[in-house]
């Protein structure tokens, strides 16, 4: 029992007396692999042993993106709002209240206009913790507002997409929003604006079946997920396995759908080579 007691190797510490380890100082992969969670911040959200692409939101995006992360957030004001008073198990109104206090956030993306590698740009940014990330009459909203403000200003326009796809308390709402901001899009292109679409981990519904795939150039991170249907739902529909890293943005990329992906610590210079090369600029 001296084992059992802890007195083998001279351990004192009575175990009503330990200290717990706080939440949110370690971070551990799909692999396994565990990391402090400052080195993961200073890393990018990338751990450095597997290369892991940890799921980030907005605030991650804008500061990895934005110069000095100085930026000015456009339409803070538009909210989820309970259009067809849904309920199911639950409210939809509470969700949407449960979803504001749980993220800080009033819905499932952000937009914002700042500097990136000294150029002005509108950066749209999906939140996967608001609702799954779902496309919402309001998410559309904010989109087709942000993509005016490009193309009043003349701005290129990113679009980082991370989300389950339509938002099924909105119904027919939602869907709208696929066609919404797909037409808007085209007046970007008529506008001559480039607009680069980012998948991130995960992007699939009615966000991949839009504006997620509508880029002049369609980038992804490494090993997301991207698709319309998750695997196992295409699984069980077919009745077949599947192919190894079905549906992984690698995967993707051979398939013709994606242009290239983008490790996260690239992502700025990548995105700014490209505007640069579209718009005849001097690189820098």
């Excluded at 749980?102 to 000294?118: C, D, H, M, N, W």
């Excluded at 506008?191 to 519904?205: E, V």
């Amino acid at each position: 029992m001296s084992w059992f007691k802890r007195e083998e190797k001279g351990i004192q510490t009575q175990t009503q007396e330990k200290k717990d380890i706080p939440k949110g100082l370690w971070h551990k992969t799909p692999t396994g692999k565990i990391i402090d969670a400052k080195e993961l911040a200073n890393n990018l959200y990338v751990a450095p042993d597997d290369d892991y692409h940890v799921r980030i939101g907005s605030k991650e995006y804008f500061s990895i993106l934005f110069d000095d992360n100085k930026f000015e957030e456009l339409n803070k004001d538009i909210r989820a709002v309970d259009i067809l008073k849904f309920k199911d198990v639950k409210k939809y109104s509470d969700r949407i209240k449960a979803a504001e206090k749980k993220t800080g956030l009033t819905e499932a993306i952000r937009t914002a206009v700042g500097k990136s590698k000294g150029k002005n740009i509108v950066i749209c940014c999906m939140d996967f913790t608001f609702i799954g990330g779902s496309l919402s009459s309001g998410v559309g909203e904010k989109i087709v507002q942000a993509i005016d403000y490009a193309i009043k200003h003349k701005l290129p326009l990113l679009i980082v997409s991370k989300s389950g796809g339509a938002r099924m308390m909105e119904a027919a709402y939602s869907l709208m929003q696929m066609a919404r901001t797909s037409a808007k899009l085209a007046e970007l292109a008529e506008a001559k604006l480039p607009y680069i679409s980012l998948c991130t981990d995960p992007t699939t519904g009615g966000t991949t079946a839009s504006f997620a795939m509508l880029g002049d150039i369609n980038i992804a991170e490494p090993k997301a997920l991207i698709g319309f249907a998750g695997p196992r739902v295409v699984r069980d529909t077919i009745g077949k396995d599947l192919p190894e890293g079905f549906q992984k943005s690698e995967f993707v990329l051979e398939k013709g759908f994606l242009d290239f992906i983008v490790h996260r610590r690239e992502l700025k210079n990548k995105v700014n080579l490209y505007i640069d090369l579209v718009q005849n600029n001097p690189v820098r």
